[in-house]
């Protein structure tokens, strides 16, 4: 039975800190809080800019191993994907998520090739993982999910990739095939419901389990719930036992 990389997602500087400090083996960052965190749309709005502050700030308060999300890399053009992979690895980050989308296969598969080329001529040691979004976008009528995956998958591999990511997909025998078929590459799977728990995930074969912006989401959620009450009828019941403590977070910082 191989390893489960557990990873969580961290929207912002603050939150990266503290998902460190809970343990993780490391940590990613989720495109979608991210952007929200900035103040844009997430589905590649984020000027890259922002995306390679983000991460240098991140990684100088962690000192486990950082993975970005770069959605499409921001840009259809492939050279310009290698360059910010390039820009990411030098600010600390020692892989990448890059996505399909809407897009159709054979660019994603010159972006894979521009970042290889990219990070090699440099220097560096970045892992590419690669994800498909044919369950999460619905690409395909439901019978053909782990067929027209597997199909993409191959491309992907043949192009250089390092892992293949299938967020969206929760059914055990879908993941068995889709582990199978993406054979040697790691299979990455995202928690949505209904996913197994991560002792079958192992059994599975799956080696990453992210949470993707399932813990950004429920911080904003909870935030809402009690800036509401706040704002309704000003209660102070804002501390709780789920709050972390004031000298906790400035101690995750101290170093700055």
Request: hydrophobic share 50%; proline share 5%; charged share 20%.
């Amino acid at each position: 039975m191989g390893h489960l990389l557990i990873l969580p997602n961290a929207w912002d500087v603050g939150s990266a800190g503290l998902l460190a400090s809970c343990g993780a083996e490391a940590v990613a960052t989720t495109s979608a809080g991210l952007a929200w965190s900035h103040g844009y749309r997430d589905g590649n709005e984020l000027p890259v800019r922002l995306l390679e502050a983000t991460v240098l700030a991140m990684t100088r308060v962690i000192d486990i191993p950082l993975t970005v999300d770069t959605e499409a890399g921001y840009t259809h053009e492939p050279r310009a994907v290698g360059e910010l992979v390039v820009a990411l690895a030098n600010a600390g980050a020692v892989g990448i998520n890059i996505e399909d989308g809407a897009d159709a296969p054979a660019l994603l598969c010159a972006k894979i090739g521009a970042v290889k080329s990219a990070v090699a001529h440099a220097g560096l040691d970045v892992f590419v993982n690669v994800r498909t979004d044919v369950y999460l976008r619905g690409l395909v009528p439901t019978p053909r999910a782990v067929e027209e995956t597997l199909a993409r998958a191959r491309q992907y591999r043949d192009a250089g990739c390092d892992g293949i990511f299938v967020p969206g997909v929760a059914a055990s025998d879908d993941i068995r095939a889709l582990v199978d078929g993406v054979s040697p590459l790691p299979l990455n799977v995202m928690a949505v419901p209904g996913l197994p728990d991560a002792a079958e995930l192992r059994s599975l074969g799956v080696r990453r389990l992210s949470a993707g912006a399932a813990l950004a989401s429920a911080a904003f959620g909870r935030a809402r719930r009690l800036a509401t009450a706040f704002l309704r009828d000003g209660c102070s019941a804002l501390w709780d036992a789920e709050t972390v403590p004031y000298t906790e977070m400035n101690a995750l910082f101290a170093r700055g």
